[in-house]
């Protein structure tokens, strides 16, 4: 059974159990003798909101709790009580869209992943807090907050089912989609009706994870849409590798079932669930990571240095702005540390650099040069500044696939090499390749920090860029990035327009990121020809066109307007246009006599070759 967690309204009036706790959020004694005879038995250490508001919001909040007819629960449970054979769970139509992509869902399950590998205790999960609530005339819970995750653990939960056809796992994992029994609720989630079919058609029912969208309805298709597609289609990659994709499967969904857990609050009324989640949302001060992280640092300073590091401070703000400073604060923990840590960074960089003691070796010693080391890499990724030409192209190329992961390894060459080192072209190009090549091959984001680090600590240990061991390609790695820039649903993709991008640049020029109105991602071959074109000719089904059109040899750059212009033409009258585009890609593409199957598979391994020859991955 699912953990009944409550407090002692006595034991916390009385100052005892989470008073203290409370005395954080409340401040004044009587206040919080109110607060709490307002809210009655519950567990303060997991409700109250994550910031630091004055007591008259807390007046506020007191008040909504005041006429909140109750609180069922609050509870910890493991995602398998959770999806229950009774659960059921619906979202209000008015709930916002579905907005994950395949950054939330690679770091979810690149953590869920790592947490699993640990031995003992250390592997429990906790997925954060939801917010449930029932309401009068509706079936099952409302889902207040939360309901990315539940929709993302479904979308999991539906490529867990359908990897495994047939096989003992698809029938347990069944359990967690699907209800049992005559019910009008075939599904334990029930999305806003917009949503309902397509969600049945590509998640919810047996093999839908399997099922592409029609090709007439691509474009029609809105972001909620595309994100629940992109989602999927990441997971069943990340997944579905053969046996050891099997075994890694069965073993996630054992931990997801049994040691991950989340916080649930349950409410009998949803207008007073949602009034306290906005309550909660209202009075909640933004993180302002760097804000927060200098009042934090400055504050455990000796007072007779606290003035002289403030001012240091503000030189460095002013130098690199709020934002790059607070992740300058990350990468230097990063290479404090060389270890990956998820606390608040100030509070981490307070022990590592025991700032209570001597604030001059963070301050002097690796905040204001490595202030001045990432100003370098901003200066080149703007085509400019002390690195040579080359190491700067390295640096660009860097920021069109990630903009902070390879930063820790960048500042720390800089650190200890300077920016005119005669090895720092071939270091960049290097971490170029690796970086490219880790997003390339769909590695978890814990591995891929892991591998920044190891390259940190070469930098340290190692004379030069071909001795780091860290910066090699292994063959694995390798073989994933190839399948994946082989895969029939490349254009769908995150890495998609980088990948084009980069080619273009190799081939001649640089077109700039893809934007709707000024630079647009053709695929040659028409998702949706109609019937009179000579494209079936080569393609005699729609399943043929499904499996070439999304394929990197089948995609090129044009302007919206020579987009428009192309529409769905065949090759002969399509060729032209390519031809006299500004685009490299595209001219690169109009050399191909004859758009069919084998033309749009050879230029998928012509333009690998020509990726990989720039990294010197030559057979």
């Known amino acids: 059974m699912p953990h009944r967690i409550v407090g002692s309204r006595a034991a916390v009036a009385t100052g005892g159990g989470y008073g203290d706790e409370v005395d954080r959020w409340l401040g004044n004694r009587a206040l919080r003798t109110r607060f709490l005879s307002s809210v009655g038995q519950f567990d303060c250490r997991l409700s109250f ?263 240091k401070w503000e030189a460095c703000e002013h130098k690199l702005g709020p934002a790059r400073l607070g992740d300058l604060l990350l990468h230097i923990r990063t290479l404090k540390s060389r270890k990956r840590l998820d606390n608040p960074v100030q509070n981490d960089i307070c022990m590592l650099f025991a700032l209570d003691r001597d604030a001059s070796v963070f301050t002097d010693g690796w905040l204001v040069p490595y202030a001045n080391h990432y100003a370098v890499l901003e200066a080149a990724i703007g085509g400019r500044g002390p690195l040579p030409e080359d190491a700067r192209d390295g640096v660009v190329h860097l920021s069109w696939i990630d903009g902070s992961l390879w930063r820790p390894a960048a500042l720390r060459w800089i650190e200890t090499r300077g920016t005119s080192h005669s090895d720092g072209p071939l270091f960049f190009r290097r971490l170029e390749r690796l970086v490219w090549m880790m997003r390339l091959a769909g590695i978890d984001p814990p591995l891929q920090r892991s591998r920044m680090i190891a390259v940190a600590n070469d930098i340290d240990d190692v004379s030069g860029p071909e001795d780091m061991r860290s910066l090699e390609i292994e063959a694995a790695l390798r073989r994933d990035a190839t399948m994946n820039l082989r895969a029939q649903n490349f254009c769908k993709k995150a890495h998609a327009p980088a990948v084009l991008r980069r080619l273009s640049k190799l081939l001649g020029s640089d077109p700039g990121p893809v934007h709707k109105e000024t630079l647009t991602i053709e695929h040659v071959l028409p998702r949706n020809p109609p019937r009179n074109r000579n494209w079936w000719v080569h393609f005699k089904t729609k399943n043929s066109i499904a499996e070439h059109m999304h394929r990197l040899g089948n995609l090129t750059f044009l302007s919206q307007s020579d987009n428009q212009l192309a529409e769905t033409h065949d090759w002969p009258d399509k060729r032209p246009i390519l031809e006299r585009s500004a685009f490299t890609l595209s001219q690169q593409a109009a050399e191909t006599p004859e758009w069919n199957r084998q033309a749009i598979l050879s230029r998928t391994e012509v333009l690998i070759k020509i990726l990989f020859k720039a990294w010197d991955l030559t057979d």
């Open 49 to 311: 909101p994550r910031c630091r508001p004055a007591a008259p919001q807390f007046e506020a909040c007191a008040g909504a709790f005041q006429s909140m007819p109750s609180l069922i629960s609050v509870r910890v449970c493991t995602i398998g009580e959770l999806f229950s054979q009774s659960a059921h769970f619906r979202l209000p139509w008015f709930q916002r869209a579905y907005a994950w992509q395949t950054r939330q869902v690679a770091r979810l399950l690149g953590d869920l992943l790592e947490a699993m590998s640990k031995p003992g205790a250390g592997s429990e999960f906790l997925l954060g807090t939801l917010y449930f609530a029932t309401a009068q005339g509706q079936p099952g819970f409302a889902i207040v907050n939360g309901h990315q995750r539940i929709l993302t653990l479904t979308i999991l939960f539906a490529v867990l089912r359908d990897l495994d056809v047939d096989g003992p796992l698809s029938l347990q994992v069944a359990g967690f989609i699907s209800v049992e029994g005559a019910t009008p609720h075939r599904y334990k989630l029930s999305p806003q009706p917009r949503l309902a079919e397509f969600l049945r058609v590509h998640v919810q029912d047996a093999g839908a994870t399997m099922v592409e969208p029609m090709d007439d309805a691509e474009d029609d298709l809105s972001d909620c849409e595309r994100n629940i597609l992109e989602v999927r289609d990441f997971i069943r990659s990340r997944l579905g590798d053969g046996k050891s994709g099997a075994e890694l499967r069965a073993k996630l969904f054992e931990f997801l079932s049994h040691r991950c857990r989340v916080v649930v609050h349950e409410f009998d009324d949803e207008a007073e669930a949602w009034r306290v989640f906005n309550v909660e949302s209202d009075t909640t001060v933004e993180l302002d990571m760097a804000a927060d992280a200098k009042a934090t640092i400055l504050a455990v300073m000796a007072p007779q240095e606290r003035l002289a590091a403030s001012r």
